[in-house]
């Protein structure tokens, strides 16, 4: 079983996730410039190291590259994405119904916020629309775009307004790139709104999710980066909330990055808490007093000055963890191999 490097401390020990751990998944906090970027490189090295797959999304064009020979660039706008929702493969081998299929489409591709009846069972006959003759289509979003536009009426146009931003933004179409096997992928959206990169990555992740589960474990190690996970649904129900608590048992890792976890209510912080390792940067004075709290209730006051003075690198890391193979169950400050910015170069 592969080990999950978190960071080293003082003499250059490694520290891992111990394989106890209720999972392997880690939530990265902290202000901007406190490290964060530098360390998730970091990681991504060491997972390439043992011979790991990785998926990362980059939304505004800062994810570090560690070196071109390990990532492997995709520009979401530029190269594209190639999805197979209509695939009925397990149509015809009689392991799945059209009905489920359409379902899973529908599940996929709609917002949360699209609730009428009346317009998702326009979108329903999209679908079925798409899949009869997809053949005559270059991409699947253009099929179920067409079977929008097959229908008339008010609730036809308001199914297509809820569904045109992705459907004729001309992102899921074919592409030469693939996602590679051993290497970082980062997938660029950069350049495109923030409402549409959402939908975007939740529609990949929906798609991961499925193959996931029906191929069962990975084979090999296969790890989801996520940056400004804040963004992104993971109430009871999405995707995200699925992948943290469901995902372990199909052997994949999520590492989810943000600012700070003051932002979350109690029910968030509840799912964001299946993650169980998580490493705390550096924080202004106010954020600090919030999280010293979830990092241990019983030494609030020495967790916000730490936190609030923290060097560039440094994370108060908190899981079940473990130096040269010795379980460690208390907060320990680990550091990045590369130091400041090492040998790492921004991606261009």
Same mark, same amino acid.
């Given at each position: 079983m592969y080990r999950s490097y978190v960071g080293q401390i003082l003499g250059e020990k490694d520290v891992f996730i111990r394989k106890d751990s209720p999972n392997q998944h880690i939530i990265i906090t902290g202000?901007?410039?406190s490290g964060k970027s530098v360390r998730i490189?970091?990681?991504e090295s060491n997972i390439i190291e043992q011979g790991g797959t990785i998926l990362a999304f980059d939304m505004d064009g800062t994810h570090l590259e560690i070196s071109h020979d390990i990532c492997h &660039?995709?520009?979401?706008?530029?190269?594209?994405?190639?999805?197979?929702?209509?695939?009925? +493969?397990l149509v015809e081998a009689k392991k799945e119904t059209t009905i489920n299929?359409?379902?899973?489409?529908?599940?996929?591709i709609c917002p949360r916020e699209m609730h009428g009846a009346v317009q998702l069972g326009i979108v329903r006959k999209a679908i079925q629309f798409a899949i009869h003759n997809r053949d005559r289509y270059v991409s699947d979003m253009e099929a179920i775009l067409d079977g929008l536009k097959e229908q008339d009426g008010p609730a036809a146009v308001g199914a297509y307004n809820h569904l045109c931003p992705i459907l004729e933004s001309n992102i899921f179409r074919y592409s030469t790139k693939k996602i590679e096997a051993n290497k970082i992928n980062i997938i660029s959206l950069q350049g495109i709104n923030p409402k549409t990169q959402k939908r975007v990555v939740e529609i990949m992740l929906s798609i991961l999710w499925r193959k996931m589960r029906i191929e069962g474990t990975a084979k090999q190690? &296969?790890?989801?980066?996520?940056?400004?996970?804040?963004?992104?649904?993971?109430?009871?129900? +999405?995707i995200l909330f699925q992948m943290l608590t469901e995902i372990r048992k199909y052997g994949v890792q999520l590492i989810l990055s943000t600012q700070t976890l003051?932002?979350?209510?109690?029910?968030?912080?509840?799912?964001?808490?299946?993650?169980?390792?998580?490493?705390?940067f550096a924080h202004d004075v106010t954020d600090a007093k919030k999280m010293a709290g979830l990092i241990e209730t019983k030494n609030k006051e020495k967790w916000t000055d730490e936190l609030s003075h923290l060097k560039v690198g440094k994370a108060v890391t908190v899981g079940s963890l473990e130096i040269a193979g010795r379980p460690v169950n208390h907060p320990i400050i680990t550091s990045s191999h590369y130091g400041e910015m090492g040998n790492l170069m921004l991606k261009i």
């Open positions: 202000i901007s410039g490189a970091d990681l &660039f995709i520009s979401a706008q530029e190269d594209g994405l190639e999805i197979k929702l209509l695939d009925t +493969t299929l359409v379902q899973y489409i529908m599940e996929t190690r &296969f790890t989801l980066v996520l940056d400004e996970f804040q963004n992104f649904d993971f109430q009871q129900g +999405t003051s932002i979350f209510n109690k029910r968030q912080l509840a799912v964001i808490n299946q993650a169980a390792t998580k490493l705390f």
